[in-house]
Nanobody
Framework: QVQLVESGGGLVQAGGPLRLSCAASRSIFSITVMGWYRQAPGKQRNLVAT???????NYADSVKGRFTISRDNAKNTVYLQMNSLKPEDTAVYYCNAEVHVGLGVVDYWGQGTQVTVSS
């Protein structure tokens, strides 16, 4: 099992940067995919970005070119660098880990961190 704790959320003005961190309770070296999702009030939880154990990244079209996901295995941490923030980026951001156990996959989620972008 793995526990995930997000941090770094807060209030930021439009156009500004913010970096989110996701700290895992154990090594993330063997975690196949880690990612960030977000959920705005009244909306579904949607994919923001993912990164595989091999370093391959994937981004939602709405954040591509502005957000960067990265991983530091030595620190058991995944980051989301957000630049050129827009009010529509306002949401609770969640960290996710897909862990392969035997023949199956188990998903783990953090509790989320609020990001609010003011206009």
């Amino acid at each position: 099992q793995v526990q995930l704790v997000e941090s770094g959320g807060g209030l930021v003005q439009a156009g500004g940067p913010l970096r989110l961190s996701c700290a895992a309770s154990r090594s993330i070296f063997s975690i196949t995919v880690m990612g960030w999702y977000r959920q705005a009030p009244g909306k579904q939880r949607n994919l923001v970005a993912t990164i595989t154990s091999g370093g391959t990244t994937n981004y939602a079209d709405s954040v591509k070119g502005r957000f960067t996901i990265s991983r530091d295995n030595a620190k058991n941490t995944v980051y989301l660098q957000m630049n050129s923030l827009k009010p529509e980026d306002t949401a609770v951001y969640y960290c996710n880990a897909e862990v392969h156990v035997g023949l199956g996959v188990v998903d783990y989620w953090g509790q989320g961190t609020q990001v609010t972008v003011s206009s």
